[in-house]
């Protein structure tokens, strides 16, 4: 089992080089200088751009640039962005933000979508089972900005229930109704994943099994039905979680949520180098590690499944 | 020029509230009524681009900020007329050389004396190539500038404590006028032993302040609270100002409806149609100080000499402005009349040559035709714009009014982003064939500033490349005179010229438009587009 976590972050090494050269290459290779854009509709004398692209080492050919770039990262230093401010600094400001925003939407989305997906499984073709495919497919077919939008007028300006926008600090209660926007969607896709699971593993053997063992329905449905219904569902989940992570930038946009979509969308508007490939690089690690956890996971619901070497 | 901004007109009034104050520019000026003098006024704004440093600070973001935390010279009121902050005079005989008195007993906010040397250390330090700050060229008129190699400036001549001595390199009679831009404000000498230190916290000796050392948090939101050391006539009638980051106007516009922030200076598209009814009489619509137009490049072909000069005029008659002010900007935009913008004194709407404005179909397709008679039009009309911008829409109905009125196939031609729109325009080696959008937002309130930099021979922001000498002549007649009004006139006679020659196809003027929540009065926009945050009053 220790090998093999090992062996799964050795694996993160070559895929953090491969990443990191192929954004920073994307950002290199975009077309138009970012530096010009810094003046608006202004055109700023030739002297002076030179001197800013020095400053951000534009000037210098790209494989340099890169090595500049790495170089920085090891030395702990992920860059400086036009606003001066060193890209650290905003990482660690902003994954916080969008990691709390994820964990409070990927609850109530497991929560709710597999309690309901339960019950519609098991009640199949009754009302509930009726009415929450109706619910789900509704909720499938909106887009986010709809649900966004609509979430945030009704609950924010007419109820007053919820604050508008994320308030200082990102506090938990103003991330519910962003984060409950953001789980809508994935909601409905668990509620659908968990409802055929629990059909399909409904009419195993082994189910037949224990209900004629004797053992109670309460003991039957956690245990043996839920559980073994569950990988596809977890497989999901941690898709979805690297999803949430990786920047929910429309939902996070009209929530005003200073968290990682919001930021990443802005650097890619402005090209600023350091900070996209910083973003994306810590982005795809942590997809690496969500991933790592996840088959861990299949362990534990499934201890048929092995882990070699 | 930064990005949005407004001005008001004497008779234009910002919405309903009567109590409006002008400027206030004694500086003893007492609180508007009951006014709570202690309510914390929270408005929008965006994360700054750059470090907070007054030379550095060129969009509205960070020029918001700046503004509040520092005093010029001279400030705007709500018309646009500079007014002495921390000046006591600014006089000149010959239009050239100006003698600046700085007032007695002004401080920093941490104590420390504003004097000459604060102001000429901080211009010297912008104007220095080396130093790379973006509002480096606001000191091209002053002698020993020199944007290709790091050379002081040598008219910069400190005479005593309080006063100094300004040398221009050509005669400016509106030199004072730009004084009161961002980037003329004075410096502490601290800032100067570590300036990105000083940018993340700046000490200034403006009306306001940094809450504390951690005020800026940076994509969430800056603390200001009043400054007691400032004397000036910008005094704060509440208990400090909030900018709240957005990344998207819409955030804003929500917080507005459900009273989670105090102004907004800024509406969204989606809510064009229907802010005037949602906001009522908190509702702000008024012209400003941003020009737009769009340039047919002089290298585009059948866009030369004669031909094109009858090809710009037929284009620009046949679009249909107040229909698409109305249309596509539900009456956010006003439609031109000239090259400048209508809050700005020298203003007329009444230039002779200004008809070649407004819609005419049958006159176009006439002199299109005597167009295609010196070489007939082939090809499609295109006008180059940024998709990352608002622009599809409007640029579409001036693509589709062309289209209509003169019968050629006319479109609008995207580039994804902001960045690789103006290395599109300003492309030396190859440059750009198409009309592309232009715009202008005046850093100083003055018809000189909308005028010089885009069509001057040679010109920084000259992107059409136009070049006329009997309009250049102009510019420099209007430069040295003493008096305003021949000045006004000079540059007026330029925009007749200019609006034979068409170097750029005038649109329409931005209105800024914004809003306040219930409970705030005393909500005034300058001329600028920025609302006068100390003036506001809560509760």
Same mark, same amino acid.
């Given at each position: ?78 860059? @400086? ?37 339960? @019950? ?17 497919? @509704? ?149 690496? @590690? ?20 | ?99 600046? *008195? ?63 001595? =300004? ?25 100067? *032993? ?49 900018? *709240? ?184 080696? *190859? ?91 005393? =909500? ?16």
């Amino acid at each position: 089992m220790a090998g093999y976590i090992l062996r799964r972050l050795l694996q993160a090494i070559p895929v953090f080089f491969g990443t990191t050269f192929l954004i920073y290459f994307m950002v290199f290779a975009m077309p138009g200088d970012p530096i010009l854009a810094l003046f608006g509709d202004k055109t700023p004398s030739p002297a002076l751009v030179a001197q800013l692209r020095a400053q951000y080492h534009l000037d210098q050919p790209f494989i340099v640039q890169y090595l500049i770039y790495i170089g920085g990262i090891f030395q702990g230093n992920f860059g @400086i962005s036009y606003s001066g401010q060193p890209v650290g600094d905003i990482l660690l400001r902003t994954f916080p933000v969008t990691l709390r925003l994820a964990v409070i939407a990927l609850f109530f989305e497991t929560v709710f979508g597999i309690v309901v997906g339960l @019950i519609s499984g098991l009640r199949k073709g009754k009302l509930f089972d009726a009415s929450s495919l109706v619910v789900s497919l @509704i909720l499938i077919s909106l887009p986010i900005f709809v649900i966004a939008f609509v979430g945030q007028y009704v609950f924010g300006v007419q109820l007053g229930w919820a604050r508008t926008t994320v308030g200082t600090g990102a506090p938990v209660q103003d991330l519910i109704l962003p984060a409950l926007v953001l789980a809508s969607i994935s909601f409905a896709q668990i509620v659908r994943l968990t409802r055929s699971s629990v059909i399909e593993t409904s009419g195993l053997d082994f189910v037949r099994t224990a209900y004629s063992k004797g053992l109670s329905r309460n003991r039957i449905v956690p245990v043996h039905i839920l559980r073994n219904s569950l990988i596809p569902v977890v497989t999901y989940l941690a898709t979805d979680f690297g999803v949430l992570l990786v920047g929910a930038t429309v939902t996070e946009g009209i929530f005003n949520v200073p968290g990682v979509g919001n930021t990443l969308y802005q650097a890619i508007i402005r090209s600023e180098g350091p900070t996209v490939v910083s973003f994306v690089t810590v982005m795809v690690l942590l997809y690496l @590690i969500v991933n790592l956890i996840v088959d861990l996971l299949y362990g534990l619901l499934d201890p048929r499944i092995r882990y070699v070497k | 020029m930064k990005i949005r901004r407004i001005g008001v007109g004497a008779v234009a009034l910002a919405a309903a509230s009567a109590l409006v104050l002008t400027g206030c520019s004694s500086g003893s000026s007492t609180p508007a009524s009951t006014a709570n003098t202690t309510a914390i006024i929270t408005t929008n704004g965006s994360e700054p681009q750059n470090p907070l440093i007054p030379t550095n600070t060129n969009e509205t973001g960070g020029g918001k900020i700046v503004d509040s935390i520092f005093a010029g010279l001279v400030y705007y009121d709500a018309t646009g007329k500079p007014i002495n902050d921390m000046a006591d005079s600014i006089t000149t005989n010959d239009s050239q050389t100006y003698t600046i *008195k700085i007032k007695a007993n002004q401080t920093f906010s941490d104590g420390e004396a504003v004097d000459a040397k604060s102001f000429v250390d901080a211009w010297q330090y912008g104007a220095l190539t080396s130093n790379a700050q973006v509002n480096q060229s606001f000191f091209a008129p002053i002698e020993g500038y020199n944007d290709a190699a790091s050379s002081p400036l040598t008219g910069l001549t400190v005479v005593d404590a309080t006063t100094f001595t =300004v040398k221009l390199s050509a005669p400016q009679s509106d030199f004072p006028l730009q004084l009161g831009y961002t980037a003329f404000d004075p410096l502490p000498a601290n800032a100067f *032993k570590d300036m990105t230190a000083f940018g993340q916290n700046p000490i200034g000796n403006g009306p306001y302040k940094l809450a504390s050392a951690s005020a800026w948090q940076h994509n969430v939101q800056i603390d200001l609270v009043p400054n007691t050391t400032y004397t000036g006539g910008r005094k704060p009638q509440n208990g400090g100002v909030t900018f *709240k980051f957005y990344a998207q106007a819409d955030a804003a516009y929500s917080d507005l409806q459900a009273n989670n922030v105090d102004v907004i200076d800024e509406i969204p598209d989606s809510a064009i149609s229907t802010f005037t009814n949602d906001l009522g009489s908190r509702a702000i619509n008024q012209p400003s100080a941003v020009f737009q137009s769009f340039t047919i490049g002089t290298s585009a072909p059948h866009f030369q000499g004669a031909e094109g000069l009858l090809r710009r005029q037929a284009i620009s008659e046949a679009i249909d402005r107040p229909t698409i002010t109305k249309v596509i900007f539900n009456g956010t935009r006003t439609p031109a009349k000239d090259f400048t913008s209508p809050v700005l004194d020298g203003y007329t709407d009444s230039l002779s040559n200004n008809s070649v404005l407004t819609y005419n179909a049958d006159d176009a397709k006439k002199l299109w035709a005597k167009a295609d008679a010196i070489s007939p039009w082939s090809g499609t009309f295109q006008l180059a714009y940024n998709a990352d911008g608002p622009h599809q829409a409007w640029v579409d109905a001036v693509a589709n009014s062309v289209k209509n009125v003169l019968g050629i196939d006319a479109a609008g031609a995207p580039t994804p982003t902001f960045a690789q729109f103006r290395s599109l325009v300003t492309d030396k080696t *190859k440059p750009i064939e198409t009309a592309f959008r232009t715009g202008w937002q005046a850093d100083y309130p003055a018809v000189s500033d909308f005028l010089t930099p885009l069509y001057a021979t040679g010109a920084s922001s000259n992107d059409g490349h136009f070049s006329d000498p009997a309009v250049d002549a102009l510019f420099t007649k209007a430069a040295s005179e003493t008096k305003t009004d021949a000045a006004i006139k000079d540059y007026q006679d330029a925009q007749v010229i200019l609006l034979k020659d068409l170097p750029a196809i005038p649109l329409w003027y931005s209105n800024v438009t914004g809003g306040y929540a219930t409970g705030v009065s005393n =909500v005034q926009f300058g001329w600028n587009s920025v609302p006068l945050y100390y003036a506001i009053t809560k509760g």
